[in-house]
T-cell receptor
Framework: GAGVSQSPRYKVAKRGQDVALRCDPI?????LFWYQQALGQGPEFLTY????????KSGLPSDRFFAERPEGSVSTLKIQRTQQEDSAVYLC??????????FGSGTRLTVV | GENVEQHPSTLSVQEGDSAVIKCTYS??????FPWYKQELGKRPQLIID?????GEKKDQRIAVTLNKTAKHFSLHITETQPEDSAVYFC??????????FGPGTRLSVLP
């Protein structure tokens, strides 16, 4: 595809529900990043993959958050037992080698 | 870990004037500094970037300067236009590391 694709674009979850957010990076991009962006704030780092290896997950806020990239391409961010404070836009970005990361349009998660 | 600060948080300029946004970083190992523009409800778009071996880079009306000794870098927009109105984010990264973003600057260009 032409750019980073994320789905769904919007997700409403009831508190306690599990959600899965998908990211399709640009073909050939080795690096993949997940960020959380609250309203009016900058993107906050969650986790980083190089191919299928998760090199840094220090930004994941709790053990309810889990990310994977099993084949080094598509990535899924899973949030278990969602809580209201999880409401945010989740952005995925990919890059060739840690430079010029391109962002997807994000998934807006609302927990009610 | 890396910490990026950004000032000002909001900036209003008259159309045609220049705008300057400043960022500081804490980790001397950071060597790559991109700038992103984010319009309301849209994805952040890379507008310019600079590596640590360069002091300045220009692209038409946009320029970025880097002072490695002082650990700060700035975005300069000249001849501002209404379509420059957006939130701008700076970021810093070292090799093999994640990108740490500043809190953003909301730029308003007044006609």
């Amino acid at each position: 595809g032409a750019g980073v694709s994320q789905s769904p674009r919007y997700k409403v979850a009831k508190r306690g529900q599990d959600v899965a957010l998908r990211c399709d990076p640009i073909s050939g991009h080795v690096s993949l990043f997940w960020y959380q962006q609250a309203l009016g704030q900058g993107p906050e780092f969650l986790t980083y993959f190089q191919n299928e290896a998760q090199l840094d997950k220090s930004g994941l806020p709790s053990d309810r958050f889990f990310a994977e990239r099993p084949e080094g391409s598509v990535s899924t961010l899973k949030i278990q037992r969602t809580q209201q404070e999880d409401s945010a836009v989740y952005l995925c970005a990919s890059s060739v080698r840690d430079r010029k990361p391109a962002f997807g349009s994000g998934t807006r998660l609302t927990v009610v | 870990g890396e910490n990026v600060e950004q000032h000002p948080s909001t900036l209003s300029v008259q159309e045609g004037d220049s705008a300057v946004i400043k960022c500081t970083y804490s980790d001397s190992a950071s060597n790559y500094f991109p700038w992103y523009k984010q319009e309301l409800g849209k994805r952040p778009q890379l507008i310019i970037d600079i590596r640590s071996n360069v002091g300045e880079k220009k692209d038409q009306r946009i320029a970025v300067t880097l002072n490695k000794t002082a650990k700060h870098f700035s975005l300069h927009i000249t001849e501002t236009q209404p379509e420059d109105s957006a939130v701008y984010f700076c970021a810093a990264s070292g090799y093999g590391q994640n990108f740490v973003f500043g809190p953003g600057t909301r730029l308003s260009v007044l006609p």
